[in-house]
């Protein structure tokens, strides 16, 4: 896995720069190297957790208590990576809500894309422009992705 990870991002800083960095769903970890990856790139990061892992594991299924240090951990899980993205995709306004009152994540980076639409960035399409135009270059919108 190690090797696949290290192949990866050699092969990341390699490539002609993207406009967006997406990481999608149990992508907590990722993000952390997405960051490290991505800091001089300055590509707009993209995170799309679905759901918080926080509200599932602790207050939701209740598998972890709430002040134990599991569940601190978990909660560094959800918050660190939400604040390293520049976006993060929620699929509802609650999830929406709960990520800006819950995680701190400011209500400007927090965009909702339905789940399963037919083109997933054709709702945030619209405000890409905002956040390249302070992190990113105008060129053409290309995505990398892993094959």
């Not at 192949?7 to 990341?12: K, P």
């Not at 720069?17 to 490290?36: F, K, P, Q, W």
């Not at 994540?105 to 399409?125: M, T």
């Not at 405000?127 to 105008?138: A, E, I, Y």
């Amino acid at each position: 896995m190690s090797r696949t990870i290290g192949r990866d991002s050699v092969q990341f800083l390699r490539s002609a720069r993207c406009d967006v960095l997406y990481v999608g769903y149990m992508g907590h970890i990722d993000m952390i190297l997405a960051y490290c990856l991505n800091w001089r790139r300055r590509s707009t990061l993209v995170f799309d957790p679905c759901i918080s892992m926080y509200n599932t594991l602790v207050e939701d299924r209740k598998i972890v208590t709430a002040h134990g240090f599991k569940a601190r951990v978990i909660r560094l899980l959800d918050e660190v990576p939400c604040r390293l993205a520049d976006v993060v995709l929620t699929d509802t306004l609650h999830h929406g809500k709960y990520f800006e009152s819950a995680l701190g994540v400011p209500r400007e980076r927090i965009h909702r894309v339905f789940v399963a639409p037919e083109n997933p960035f054709s709702k945030l399409a619209g405000t890409l422009p905002k956040v390249r135009s302070q992190c990113c270059s105008t060129r053409s919108f290309r995505l990398y992705t892993e094959s």
